[in-house]
T-cell receptor, first 114, second 114 residues
């Protein structure tokens, strides 16, 4: 089955700097890659997603890149702010047998220092 | 449009009791997913349901766990004879349709077994 690896597990950056979180997946048939932000005590919130027919997608300070050949995708946050501090999860979706379950990475705890 | 609603937010059960977790999907969504999150870990897929149908329960433990999504009312995740190891946050997500569409998560139910 699909396996998603996420790095780093923790990331500390100075406010205003950029943050990059990387994920790799194992099954080349995966075709949907969302990123979620989870704040303490809350549910995951979708912040951006990308599909396998696109190499890059950007939404204001957030961008995601996908390299299908290497089977990895990355989240880029520019001009970080303290409110960006949270746990970020990448995920991959493998369409098999009518199930589109998400396989999550283990998460990256991002701390933005003021 | 209210988001995914889960209740209760917190649930404490003694070993051997039953736990019932409820999830009302977003309006118009007919696809429901349940995920479990252990402390400091990512989310693990449990089950995918459509109205009155279990589509994929490959992530559900074979015993004590069951899920339903009736024609009317919320989706229910039931855990019978709970044990300490069942303590976790249980998240429900809903989507408008299958096929790698956006999945929106609820706030979760934090189950503590004492």
């Amino acid at each position: 089955g699909e396996n998603v690896e996420q790095h780093p597990s923790t990331l500390s950056v100075q406010e205003g700097d950029s943050a990059v979180i990387k994920c790799t997946y194992s099954d080349s048939a995966s075709n949907y890659f969302p990123w979620y932000k989870q704040e303490l005590g809350k549910g995951p919130q979708l912040i951006i997603d990308i599909r396998s027919n696109v190499g890059e997608k950007k939404d204001q300070r957030i961008a995601v890149t996908l390299n299908k050949t290497a089977k990895h995708f990355s989240l880029h946050i520019t001009e970080t702010q303290p409110e960006d501090s949270a746990v970020y999860f990448c995920a991959a979706s493998l369409p098999m047998d009518s199930s589109y379950k998400l396989i999550f990475g283990s998460g990256t705890r991002l701390l933005v220092r003021p | 449009n209210a988001g995914v609603m889960q209740n209760p937010r917190h649930l404490v059960r003694r070993r051997g009791q039953e736990a019932r977790l409820r999830c009302s999907p977003m309006k118009g969504h007919s696809h429901v997913y349940w995920y479990r999150q252990l402390p400091e870990e990512g989310l693990k897929f449990m089950v995918y349901l459509q109205k009155e149908n279990i589509i994929d329960e490959s992530g559900m433990p074979k015993e004590r766990f069951s899920a339903e999504f009736p024609k009317e009312g919320p989706s229910i995740l039931r855990i019978q004879q709970v044990v300490r190891g069942d303590s976790a946050a249980y998240f429900c997500a809903s989507s408008l349709r299958d096929g790698n569409t956006e999945a929106f998560f609820g706030q979760g139910t934090r189950l503590t077994v004492v």
